[in-house]
């Protein structure tokens, strides 16, 4: 039972245009959510979280959007770079516990 | 500060055979996460450990595997026998207690069991 989900594997997008990944969870515990970024043949980096009490975040030309209504967040990259393309994952967790659940990530790739 | 450090970068072994993956957290870090990524199942979440002491090994697959972490500064995860469905990159991550929630991931160790 997967209770993140990310429904896109992947998306292009040009260079300058904006991205937009998706994430659905299920489990309505889950109290804070976080934003990956992998490059091949590494690890995945920390890019951008959200409590639960807020519904949206902005770190620069990132901004993660939370909907607890639909139970849905987003990622905005604005201005995308070829830079930016990589896997992206979202992940979450419920109150009092550290383990994060990772949706199966969605491939973007940005064209200059 | 160098990351987390994960040995080796990549193991080839036969079917049966133990295989013993390790990794040293970010000095000063509380938590450390073993997870496992393959194709199927995305990136899925082993076991972690807080102050050295294992707390969830829920995701842990069958006995075979086990995890150990003798010090604040090292952790190994073992697989005795490995089978070819073990097959995947396994990373270990670390995080701080007042950090909040984000985990610093190792480059991850490239399995392949034949």
């Known amino acids: 039972d997967q209770q993140v989900k990310q429904n896109s594997p992947s998306l292009s997008v040009q260079e300058g245009r904006i991205s937009i990944l998706n994430c659905d969870y299920t489990n309505s515990m889950f109290d804070y959510f976080l934003w990956y970024k992998k490059y091949p043949a590494e690890g995945p980096t920390f890019l951008i979280s959200i409590s639960s009490i807020k519904d949206k975040n902005e770190d620069g030309r990132f901004t993660v959007f939370l909907n607890k209504s639909a139970k849905h967040l987003s990622l905005h990259i604005v201005p995308s770079q070829p830079g930016d393309s990589a896997v992206y994952f979202c992940?979450?967790?419920?109150?009092?516990?550290?383990?994060?659940?990772f949706g199966s990530g969605t491939r973007l790739q940005v064209q200059p | 500060d160098a990351g987390v450090i994960q040995s080796p970068r990549h193991e080839v072994t036969e079917m049966g055979q133990e295989v013993t993956l390790r990794c040293k957290p970010i000095?000063?870090?509380?938590?450390l996460f073993w997870y496992r990524q393959t194709m199927m199942r995305g990136l899925e979440l082993l076991i972690y450990f807080n102050n050295n002491v294992p707390i969830d090994d829920s995701g842990m697959p069958e006995d075979r595997f086990s995890a150990k972490m003798p010090n604040a500064s090292f952790s190994t995860l073992k697989i005795q026998p490995s089978e070819p469905r073990d097959s995947a990159v396994y990373f270990c991550a670390s995080s701080l207690e007042q950090g909040g929630d984000t985990q610093y991931f190792g480059p991850g160790t490239r399995l392949t069991v034949l």
């Open positions: 000095s000063g870090h509380d938590y």
């Open positions: 992940a979450a967790r419920t109150a009092g516990r550290r383990a994060l659940t």
